[in-house]
């Protein structure tokens, strides 16, 4: 089970940080993600640490703004948020991957992010 928090309301400009829990189970040997999904909208990928730990993707949207990261103990993971835009506005998903693998077998319920203009 994964518990995402952190989420808010911001103003533009501004810096939040989300975090995911692994509830039961570390990320060890997992993949961790976060996605987001505006109204109206499907969703969408954001930013990613493969389960080797070596190498982390972004989207375009996000790249050089946003910083995902994992604790040493393995038991979450977090995605710092600067420069919020209006356009980050979203639910946010944290996501992990089945064992060695890269599909996204496990979700949490969201966190609501909200930035203003």
């Known amino acids: 089970q994964l518990v995402e928090s952190g989420g808010g309301l911001v103003q533009a400009g501004g810096s939040l940080r989300v975090s995911c829990a692994a509830s039961g189970r570390t990320f060890s040997n997992r993949g961790a993600g976060w996605f987001r999904q505006a109204p109206g909208k499907d969703r969408e990928f954001v930013a990613r640490i493969k389960w080797s730990r070596r190498n982390t993707d972004y989207a375009d949207s996000v790249k050089g703004r946003f910083t995902i990261f994992q604790d040493n103990a393995g038991n979450t993971v977090y995605l710092q948020m600067n420069s919020l835009k209006p356009e980050d506005t979203a639910v946010y998903y944290c996501?992990?991957?089945?064992?060695?693998?890269?599909?996204?077998?496990?979700w949490g319920q969201g966190t609501q992010v909200t930035v203003s203009s």
């Open positions: 996501a992990a991957t089945s064992l060695y693998g890269t599909d996204w077998t496990t």
